[in-house]
């Protein structure tokens, strides 16, 4: 059959290396892609929100299955398009409808469905510019941290955590009156900060069952012992250290299983991947955020390690059938770093020659803002590259994956050399 993965990052880089590995698999597409999906399958050209260049694509290289990479499109209803259009809706979308995308795309909208299901979560409110005087009096109710959250999509940077309880009101205002993140910021949620360790759960399902996948700990922050500026992620390792078996059976039994029962009562319907991010406050896990895809650099660890044919469960997740399919993980760990343009996520330069990556034998790169220009792999992006090792214990593969990142050079170069520091 052939398969079209739509996006550009390092999360589609590793979904086209996984999808190519399948016998199943025919014909691969990656839209836009990178240089990394270039060297294992066809690029196309197209933007991941383009509905009708997507359509023409799709029926004319006789796709069977879409896989939707990033959040934007699934919020902006791609899932509904091929439903809603005959000659598309035979052709199946592993990414939920978008009354479900909602998960992701509304702060508020998650935290209401979280309360109504009664999943673990911060205590909250939601304000707008109306009544941002409201806003500025819960701030004071509650103890620093201060936690604030744009209500929509800020591409990762819409969420604030601040110390000081003048500085929370200033960016309160910010937010809501002076639009710091735009259209996202028109609401904003206030919740109390939680204090404990965080990770990410990853569930597959077809609206009806569910499958957990590995779980993953990913590092957000620029610097070195987490500080400095939030960005997409600077690496990521899996499984977690301390997500012992009755800690993952709690995440099961009071996190999992709700939010897939609470999907099918509020008749959400979801053919995908649900990424819960978690924190763990004493032993107890509670819910941060949903994302309705998989998240990236958790990609890179999670999907190395499952040794199940994907496109047959995602076939499975198509036909309703994912009760029958066992999912086998490799028991070795898997780590990645993240390598990143010199100043980001502030202003940082592109067009940088990357070389280095054709000596790798011990780990892979899977690029991720990267692309292929006059016969050279050149930086594209903010995060250039995730350097993905296996090891039998976490702390052997990182070590490998940077031995790796020794061999490899772009200028400026960045990368946190503390993944797995707080283990």
């Known amino acids: 059959m052939n398969i079209l993965v739509l996006g550009s990052g390092g999360r589609e880089h590793t979904f086209a290396w996984k999808i190519a590995q399948s016998n199943r698999c025919k014909g691969l597409f990656v839209a836009p892609g990178n240089s990394g999906t270039e060297a294992i399958a066809t690029n196309l050209n197209i933007g991941v929100t383009d509905f009708e260049a997507i ?7 006789k796709i069977n299955i879409v896989v939707v990479g990033p959040e934007d499109p699934l919020v902006q209803g791609i899932h509904d398009f091929f439903l809603q259009d005959e000659a598309l809706k035979g052709v199946a979308v592993i990414g939920p409808q978008q009354a479900a995308a909602e998960l992701e795309g509304s702060k508020e909208f998650a935290k209401e469905f979280m309360m109504r299901h009664n999943i673990p979560t911060a205590a909250y409110e939601s304000f707008t510019k109306a009544n941002v005087e409201a806003g500025y009096k819960f701030l004071e109710t509650l103890k620093p941290p201060y936690v604030l959250k744009a209500d929509g999509l800020a591409a990762g940077k819409g969420v604030l955590i601040l110390n000081d309880l003048d500085d929370a009101k200033a960016e309160l205002k910010s937010m809501l009156v002076d639009a710091k993140f735009g259209e996202a910021s028109t609401k904003v949620v206030i919740e109390e900060f939680l204090d404990g360790i965080e990770l990410s759960c990853f569930v597959l399902t077809d609206g009806k069952d569910y499958k957990v996948l590995p779980t993953a700990k990913d590092y957000k922050r620029i610097g070195e012992g ?3 500026l939030n960005t997409g992620g600077m690496g990521a390792i899996s499984p977690v250290p301390f997500a012992t078996e009755a800690f993952l059976d709690k995440i099961e039994n009071q996190i999992v299983k709700p939010t897939v029962e609470g999907l099918k009562k509020d008749n959400l319907p979801y053919v995908g ?22 998240g990236d650099p958790e990609t890179e660890v999670v999907l190395p390690r499952l040794k199940t044919d994907i496109v047959e469960v995602f076939e499975a997740m198509a036909n309703q059938t994912l009760k029958d399919v066992t999912i086998t993980i490799d028991e070795r760990a898997a780590t990645t770093v993240m390598l990143v343009s010199g100043g980001y996520p502030e202003a940082y330069e592109k067009g940088k020659e990357i070389t280095g990556v054709e000596t790798l034998t011990d780990s892979i790169a899977f690029h991720a803002g990267a692309i292929s220009k006059e016969g050279k792999t050149v930086t594209s992006g903010g995060r250039v590259m995730a350097i993905t090792s296996y090891g039998d214990t976490y702390n052997e593969a990182i070590k490998k994956s940077y031995q790796s990142i020794e061999n490899l050079h772009f200028d400026k170069m960045y990368y946190r050399k503390d993944i797995g520091f707080d283990l």
């Open 55 to 61: 359509k023409v694509a799709v029926l004319e290289h």
């Open 226 to 228: 987490d500080t400095g």
């Open 273 to 294: 991947f649900i990424f819960i991010g978690l924190i763990k406050v004493g032993d107890d896990p509670k819910v941060i955020e949903y994302n309705v895809r998989m």
